[in-house]
């Protein structure tokens, strides 16, 4: 049986040239004996905000964000991301959102398998569903293209069961969600053109690291060229502390 469970959710709209500057595909890992606590909180903060889901893309008041992350931070889990900037694809190699999203999933999973051995854990995996077709075939994507081939770099043997859940069924996703808007909300600018990475700051502690670089890691850029010019990204940051030592490379 396995110790952990991996949730996966994104944020974003990863379709070229008519979504999102940014998408995020997020995976949160958690130990099945945490869960009851996370619940217990989520439940508690559902009732303070009086909804029936946390879904932060649907809250907008700032504060009730910054109380979601709060509280929620000071649970037991582990996630990483891998961001893409959809204006930068190279659509020779890769031509449609579809296999794009393959390829996003593929080195979310690797990360995972990466911390699952690290640590000598197993996991199931529960995909955020979208009600569609594309639920299976994801799943299948994964069990048939990925897991079996050894230079996808994910061992297979730390996995057991992969499925898709409604997150208003399954409210461990919206742990995922979380994780996912606020990373979004880092990188991508709002309305006012203004990015706010304060939400997803408060949840840093629980980004995935190895040998104390979450780089890579916890935040996997898709690609080297989108990785965003440091100095232009804090210009949109207006919560961001100013960096006054040039040359820093760290983008969170």
Request: some cysteine.
């Amino acid at each position: 049986m396995s110790s952990h469970t991996v949730y996966i959710d994104e944020a974003g709209d990863l379709g070229f040239g008519n979504g999102t500057k940014w998408f995020v595909l997020t995976a949160v890992v958690v130990a099945k004996e945490d869960e009851s606590s996370i619940r217990s909180n989520m439940n508690q903060i559902k009732s303070h905000l009086n909804v029936k889901e946390i879904h932060l893309r649907k809250i907008r008041e700032f504060m009730k964000k910054a109380y979601i992350a709060t509280e929620l931070s000071a649970e037991n889990f582990v996630y990483m991301n891998v961001l893409v900037d959809t204006t930068k694809f190279d659509t020779t190699k890769i031509p449609n959102p579809m296999i794009a999203y393959n390829f996003v999933c593929k080195y979310l999973l690797q990360r995972v398998a990466w911390y699952l051995a690290e640590n000598g854990f197993s996991a199931d995996v529960v995909l955020s569903s979208r009600g569609t077709s594309r639920d299976g075939e994801l799943i299948c994507y994964i069990k048939d293209k990925l897991f079996p081939y050894e230079a996808n770099g994910i061992d297979a043997t730390l996995f057991e069961k992969v499925t898709a859940k409604s997150s208003g069924t399954w409210d461990l996703l919206q742990l995922a969600d979380v994780c996912a808007t606020t990373m979004f909300n880092a990188y991508e600018p709002n309305s006012y053109g203004f990015c706010v990475p304060c939400f997803s700051l408060a949840l840093k502690e629980h980004l995935y690291r190895r040998n104390k670089n979450v780089e890579s890691y916890g935040i996997k850029f898709f690609t080297k060229e989108m990785r965003p010019d440091l100095f232009a990204l804090r210009k949109l940051r207006i919560c961001t502390k100013k960096e006054r030592t040039p040359g820093a490379t760290t983008t969170y």
